[in-house]
Each structure stands twice: as C-alpha cells, then as structure tokens.
C-alpha cells in the first residue's frame, strides 16, 4: 500500500512538471516571435501573436516606421532577441528580455494573457534605460 502511494505521488508531480513545462514553452515560443517580429518591423507577423488590446499599439508602430528612411532602419537590424525570464501566474505571463542590435541594447518586460486558451502578447515596456552597444 505504501509503494503505490508513493508511486502515485512521483507519477502526480511528473505530470504535474510536465504540464508546466509545456506551458512555459508555449510562452516562450509566442514571446520569441512576438518581440522578434515587433524589434525587426514586422508588425503584420507580431500581430498574429498579439491580444486584441495590442493591436493599436502595432498599427501605431507600423504608421510611424513607415515614415523612416529604409536606410535607416537597416542601421539598427538585425534585433536579437533574448528572453531571460519566464513567471506565469495562471492566465498571466511576465516574460524578461533583452533586446540587442548594432545600434542600441536594452531589457524589457513583455506582459502575456491566456486568452481562448493562447498566449498573446498584450503590453511590453522597458525595464532599463537605454544603452548603447559598444560594438
């Protein structure tokens, strides 16, 4: 009797990591592509990542790039993007990240909701000042 309580037990928390682990990575799956697709000026693709509540903020993006010379925007591409930390708190995520390119370097915080059963990227906002890359 005792085996198979601790038995049940082990198999529980396996499934119960298991279960976590998948959401972390569905997180960090749409956060990777959201803010790749955001810091390289491909608002058409992060929209398919974003919450609707998002969107105006993407349309504004959109209509103030459009505006800057393509040259100048080559200066500063590619964006890398690293995420750093992931905390979900049931339907929420906060996710970390550093974003880099030959231009400037900075860390940010990407605030994801479940909706419908997806992550979406909903509010992202910088968490240092800017610094610019020494290289």
């Avoid at 915080?109 to 979406?120: D, F, I, P, R, S």
Wanted: with cysteine.
């Amino acid at each position: 009797m005792k085996t198979k309580t601790i038995y049940f037990l082990l198999v529980a928390v396996c499934v119960l990591l298991t279960g976590c682990n998948r959401e972390q990575r569905k997180v960090e799956v749409i956060a990777q592509n959201y803010l790749t697709d955001m810091g390289n000026y491909r608002f058409e693709e992060a929209k398919k990542y974003a919450a609707e509540e998002q969107l105006p903020m993407i349309e504004k993006a959109a209509e103030i790039v459009k505006d800057i010379p393509e040259e100048n925007l080559q200066q500063v591409l590619p964006v890398t993007i690293t995420l750093k930390d992931i905390n979900i708190e049931n339907d929420s995520a906060f996710v970390v990240f550093e974003s880099k390119s030959k231009a400037f370097q900075n860390k940010g915080m990407l605030k994801m909701v479940k909706q419908e059963g997806e992550w979406k990227a909903c509010q992202q906002k910088r968490i240092e000042d800017y610094t610019p890359t020494n290289e």
